[in-house]
């Protein structure tokens, strides 16, 4: 039968054994089983009944790529290639190894986007897959699903976007590139992006409350004496809060100042409206806000959204009451007097 080159069969073979760290045994059986298949598919197609219980077995030559057919009979071996089969042999040799090499590069380039998970990374929409939305990476596609979007976000063919590398998963089309632009690290990481301070080390973000497509809350502080944390993060004019904004569709940013002080963390989250009082009960990690008449719908937001981000950013379960406009004391009550407030936990 006819026989592929040994510098064709051999050379493919070791590419992808030196590619994928396959060994060329298991390559080689992949092949002989392939092969197998295509000799009961072309039998079929010849009008021959092959029962499924019969056996066969194929020896295939690793220099030349050489292929023969046996049936086992009685426990011996019967040569069953067919007339021309050498032909069916060769292709379905050259689709396996193909399909392999596919498959080492595909891994080989998921091996290096493994390593920038939960880093910020840019693409192009390349196509509409259902919900789903086909991105274009470069050297390959990436996923954005539904619940990974911005909602009421609009796409259109060959725009380029920032996206988070949220993770690779196994789908039903193989191992999958996970996009998000929903996801509350993707503020984090534009805001590294944006301030130097943040890179630096200078200014850390401490919470992240986000509705994405809506607003988004965050708490920076500053390790290092004479940095205004906030004011690095807004930038000059607004500049860089303005460029986060940009980047994820004109959503509504607050940078508030981190504090440890739980009564004035509460306050500086419910900016921008302004608190009269503060009663926490620490039992129950509530927190009753007084606010004026005039500052209640600001304080609550639209649709509750300001108290239930700034409920998210400090931990506490804020409830907002209204008081008359005379009444100004901003003196702040404390149950459980005298135990030392400890630092908020991620409010996420």
């Known amino acids: 039968m006819a026989a592929l080159a040994r510098t064709e069969f051999s ?28 000799f009961r598919r072309d039998a079929r ?32 071996k019967k040569d069953v290639t067919p007339p021309g089969f050498g032909r069916i042999a060769v292709q379905t040799a050259k689709q396996v190894i193909l399909q392999k090499i596919r498959e ?6 998921l091996a290096q986007y493994e390593k920038r998970i939960g880093s910020l990374i840019s693409g192009t929409v390349l196509r509409f897959d259902g919900p789903n939305v086909r991105v ?25 976007l920032t996206f988070l590398l949220k ?13 998000s632009r929903a996801d509350p690290e993707i503020v984090r990481r534009l805001f590294s992006r944006e301030v130097p301070e943040i890179g630096s080390g200078s200014v850390e973000i401490k919470e992240i409350a986000r509705e994405a497509g809506n ?17 690095s993060c807004v930038g000059q004019r607004g500049v860089r809060v303005q460029a986060v904004i940009g980047e994820l569709n004109e959503e509504k940013i607050d940078v508030i100042p981190w504090t440890d002080n739980s009564e004035q963390f509460i306050k500086s989250a419910l900016s921008p409206s302004e608190v009269v009082s503060v009663v926490l009960d ?26 239930r981000l700034a409920s998210k950013l400090t931990g506490w379960n804020i409830r907002i009451e209204g008081v008359a ?24």
């Open 215 to 231: 607003r988004t809350k965050i708490a920076v502080s500053s390790v290092q004496s004479g940095v205004d944390p906030v004011g």
């Open 167 to 179: 993770e690779i998963r196994e789908t039903d089309r193989g191992r999958e590139i996970i996009l």
């Open 104 to 109: 080492a590069e595909k891994d080989a380039i």
């Open 282 to 307: 620490k039992k129950t990690k509530e927190a009753v806000v007084k606010v004026s008449e005039e500052q209640l719908s600001l304080a609550i937001g639209k649709e509750g959204q300001n108290v």
């Open 45 to 76: 197609e010849r009008g021959e009944e092959i029962e499924e219980e019969r056996e066969f077995d194929v020896e295939l030559d690793p220099e030349s790529g050489e292929a023969r057919v046996f049936e086992m009979v009685e426990s011996k």
């Open 11 to 38: 050379s493919a073979l070791n590419a992808i054994a030196n590619e994928s760290g396959l060994n060329p045994a298991i390559v080689l059986d992949t092949i002989k089983q392939a092969i197998q298949a295509a």
């Open 136 to 160: 274009d990476l470069g050297r390959t596609e990436g996923l954005l699903p539904p619940q990974e979007r911005i909602p009421n976000e609009k796409f259109a063919l060959n725009q380029r």
């Open 325 to 348: 406009g005379e009444e100004t004391d901003t003196e702040t009550e404390i149950e459980e007097e005298g135990k030392s407030e400890k630092p908020v936990e991620n409010g996420n």
